[in-house]
């Protein structure tokens, strides 16, 4: 069973940044295409941000040069630098599987809040 861990969260200034870290068990990691998800409190699950396993890049446009997806497949991790964090990017982020009609049980996400 696949186990996520999703950490560095926190509570964040407009305009601050947050650097993300999703570690997966496993040593199969390199072989899965891998997203970051967020969800707003009464909003559903939503992509922000996609990596596959050539490490191509895929954003929604709401992040759209603000936000940087990565992968140290060494490690069984992937990171989600954000910059010029804004009120609206509040919710708690996920990271799964991405592009497959199936996801891994998620873990329990970290909390991203930008308040002044």
């Known amino acids: 069973q696949v186990q996520l861990v999703e950490s560095g969260g926190g509570l964040v200034q407009p305009g601050g940044s947050l650097r993300l870290s999703c570690a997966a068990s496993?040593?199969?990691?390199?072989?899965?295409?891998m997203g970051w998800y967020r969800q707003a409190p009464g909003k559903q699950r939503e992509l922000v941000a996609g990596?596959?396993?050539?490490?191509?890049?895929q954003y929604a446009d709401s992040v759209k040069g603000r936000f940087t997806i990565s992968r140290d497949n060494a490690k069984n991790t992937i990171y989600l630098q954000m910059n010029t964090l804004k009120p609206e990017d509040t919710a708690v982020y996920y990271c799964?599987?991405?592009?497959?009609?199936?996801?891994?049980?998620w873990g329990q996400g970290t909390q991203v809040t930008v308040s002044s």
């Open positions: 799964n599987l991405w592009r497959y009609n199936n996801n891994w049980p």
């Open positions: 496993g040593s199969f990691f390199s072989v899965y295409h």
């Open positions: 990596i596959l396993t050539d490490s191509s890049t």
